[in-house]
């Protein structure tokens, strides 16, 4: 099809390289966000290979590889510093042919608007949706509305126009854990400076990985209830606390970790949901499939649906409707099967059974480092862009 005009809500990374996707198909696009002014939400994110590809596929490959970590080497290790598992990552990269790469969001994020031709309208929080026979209309709160052929909620996992999608409202599942993380500079006393570097002990992880610019994304996540109270001023202590007795480098994370610029969600995911698609509206990114962050996976999935969707419409002549109808076929069974890998690897990892963590962590001692590459690669092969 021809001459449509898309009008997405929300500007992360599914809005954005949707927005970028359909107008280099030739679409014209209007993003609008709520937010006053964009700021990525978190510090840093693993695009593993099948998110690369897509990025390399829109024009985006060779700037990637320069805001991206070089990351060589995985190193397992227990949680006072014995290695369980040193895993070269170059037998992955040529299985799947593209290196994956950590990177900041806040790069991610300008690389992406750069890409981006045209404004992004800030400060247009989307409330409701008008469909008729041939447009879809997105009201803002203050009033305005944006019309097009086909409208894309990529508005995250507290979506509200998932509920219109759906016809019934989807609380997110908390995936039982707070994840800490943030940007230090990379050093060699914390991590060799090619490796991601995994700690793991008690149902917790400390981890840090090479990002552009010299420094180590880092993350330290920590099983705890819900709604545990937050003080950026009392992070260090807690966290101490939380990691009392772990490897020097751990220590030395935390105590060189900036807390005012450490940000601390509690891990959420959504679904699996039935529908992605209703009439001239499709979901897209982490309002119809947030993922806990555990296999890396929640923004290239989101990066993957931008793609799909741009091609079904470009290579497709019976209606938007049908064209998003194919598409929700296609990414309801990619991304739904990624969400539940992701949460039954989050409660793998964060001791929802502890005898299955304990398992885990026997096994990460003599499981072959291709087991392990092998197993990620089976996750980025099941895309779009094998
Ligand atoms: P968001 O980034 O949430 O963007 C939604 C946008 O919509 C926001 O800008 C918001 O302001 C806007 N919005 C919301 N409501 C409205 C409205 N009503 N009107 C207008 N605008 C609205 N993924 C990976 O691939 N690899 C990783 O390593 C990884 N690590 C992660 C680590 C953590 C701790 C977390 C929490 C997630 C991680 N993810 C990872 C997942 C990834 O961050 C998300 O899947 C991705 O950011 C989703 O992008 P999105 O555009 O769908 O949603």
Not at 4 to 12: D, E, M, N, P, S
Request: proline share 5%; hydrophobic share 40%; glycine share 10%.
């Amino acid at each position: 099809m021809q001459d449509l005009k898309v009008v997405i809500i929300g500007a992360g990374i599914g809005g954005l390289t949707a927005g970028i996707a359909l107008q280099q198909a030739g679409y014209e696009v209007e993003i609008y966000d709520r937010v006053k002014e964009l700021r990525p939400a978190g510090a840093g994110i693993s695009l593993w290979s099948n998110g690369v590809k897509v990025l390399n596929r829109l024009g985006l490959g060779e700037e990637m590889a320069k805001i991206g970590g070089q990351m060589e080497r995985m190193e397992y290790r227990t949680k006072t510093g014995e290695l369980l598992n040193d895993i070269d990552l170059m037998p992955l990269i040529e299985q799947v042919g593209q290196r994956p790469y950590p990177v900041a969001r806040r790069d991610l994020q300008n690389m992406l608007r750069s890409a981006f031709q045209g404004e992004v309208k800030l400060d247009r929080k989307c409330i409701a949706i008008e469909e008729d026979e041939n447009k879809v209309t997105a009201i803002f709160e203050n009033g305005d509305q944006a019309q097009g052929d086909l409208l894309v909620a990529a508005d995250g996992v507290r979506s509200i126009l998932r509920t219109y999608v759906l016809g019934y409202e989807v609380e997110p599942k908390y995936g039982g854990y707070i994840n800490w993380n943030g940007l230090v500079p990379a050093d060699a006393e914390l991590a060799p400076k090619n490796t991601w570097a995994i700690y793991v002990g008690e149902h917790k992880r400390a981890s840090m990985m090479p990002v552009a610019g010299d420094r180590f994304y880092f993350f330290l996540d920590v099983p705890l209830p819900k709604g545990t109270p937050a003080n950026p001023d009392n992070y260090k202590t807690e966290l101490k606390e939380h990691f009392k007795g772990w490897a020097e480098p751990v220590q030395l994370l935390i105590d060189r970790l900036d807390p005012a610029a450490v940000a601390r969600p509690e891990i959420h995911d959504v679904g699996p949901i039935d529908s992605f698609v209703r009439g001239k509206v499709a979901l897209l990114g982490d309002s119809a499939h947030a993922t806990c962050p555990d296999l890396g996976q929640g923004g290239c999935q989101a990066m993957e649906d931008g793609l799909v969707l741009s091609n079904y419409l470009l290579s497709t002549n019976l209606g938007v409707e049908d064209a998003l109808k194919r598409y929700e076929t296609e990414r309801k069974q990619r991304a739904n099967a990624v969400v539940e890998k992701a949460r039954q690897r989050a409660e793998q990892i964060h001791g929802k059974d502890p005898i299955v963590t304990a398992k885990w962590y026997a096994q990460l001692a003599y499981e072959r480092p291709t087991d392990v590459t092998d197993a990620i690669a089976k996750v980025i092969s099941a895309g779009p862009l094998h």
